[in-house]
């Protein structure tokens, strides 16, 4: 089926690939997208007489894939939809033969990030550890090696760090290229308002302009809005910040601004960047008493116990973020009762 998914449908793939990432896309609507996605293969494989069988990828196949210029990101949006239809053991075996595989570097990063955006992610994030996560969302090109990670990012799961150890854990986060990535928003979120406000600070003395709003925003205190608005006009391209607002807000966003004014500005159109700043400044004092206290993940609190439906809501990087937060919370605390590493 791997092949019927890239020869016939790689525009269905791209379309699902794109949405994933768009931070006003709900999860229930790309998994939509990828059940339709399944019956048009099903029909294809019909007519050209293929049997219709789910299997566990092939890597040979992977690399002659790449080999033939296919990109990483079909490739992998491909494995992503036959891991769908099988069982989770047998996914866990491709992820871990993947990321032994040199010839797919590029291929298992992507499908970790993918993993992690889909519906369900929840049930693999206990089976992928925090070093893994750093491999497929690193983007530095001397990354550190495992020993490091794994001392650097016992942080994420000690909820008694001192202040020493959390800024140790974001200069390596920084000087790793993932200021603006998951892991950020996993490490800001786990911290308190005195520690943010910290981090705001250091951040402030050691990272561009850019780079520090979009800390602010991954920590999820919606009172930091306005401050981050009033820099929009400072940042040459504020795409990322106005996604990052998106996510942190949900539709509650919607309140402050008009959500085509959001479709455009994050789409980079400079007037509507400009109207994006300057609705959210008028709106604000509107909602500032019902918004000041709050900490969110895509307009919802963090400690939020959601349904199914709830989380189909969300965009699908802010599920990823959501739910990761919520097993690595978890951890803590079992760890802090145990009183023994985890």
Known sequence: MLSIYLSDHQAQLMKISNAQRCPFTSVGYVKTQQQRLLESCWLTAKKKQVVQRFTQPNLEQLVSLLNDDISPDLISQACIEIMANLPQNINLAFINNLLKEPGLQSVA?????????QQHSSNLIA???????????????????????????????????????????????????????????????SLSWEQVNAIGNYASRNLATEGVLQVLLQSGFVKLLP??????????????????????????????????????????????????????????????????????????AMTAKLNAIEISAMDCYSQAVFNLHRYYQHLAAKKLTAGVPV
């Open 227 to 300: 401050l981050v608005n009033a820099s929009l006009n400072k940042i040459e391209n504020p795409s990322s910040l106005i996604a990052l607002m998106r996510r942190m807000l949900g539709d509650k966003l919607d309140l402050l601004v008009d959500f085509e004014t959001q479709i455009r500005a994050c789409q980079g159109e400079q007037q509507a960047c400009a109207d994006f700043k300057q609705q959210l400044q008028l709106n604000w004092p509107k909602y500032e008493e019902q918004f000041a206290s709050l900490r969110l993940i895509a307009g919802n």
């Open 109 to 117: 990063k992507l499908v970790v990030r993918k993993v992690l955006l």
């Open 127 to 189: 089976l992928i550890d925090l070093q893994t996560l750093y491999f497929a969302f690193s983007i530095s090109k001397n990354p550190a090696d495992q020993a490091l990670v794994e001392s650097e990012l016992t942080v994420f799961v000690d909820s008694q760090a001192d202040l020493k150890d959390i800024v140790t854990g974001f200069n390596f986060l920084c000087q790793s290229e993932l200021v603006n990535s998951p892991l950020m928003s996993l490490f800001l979120l």
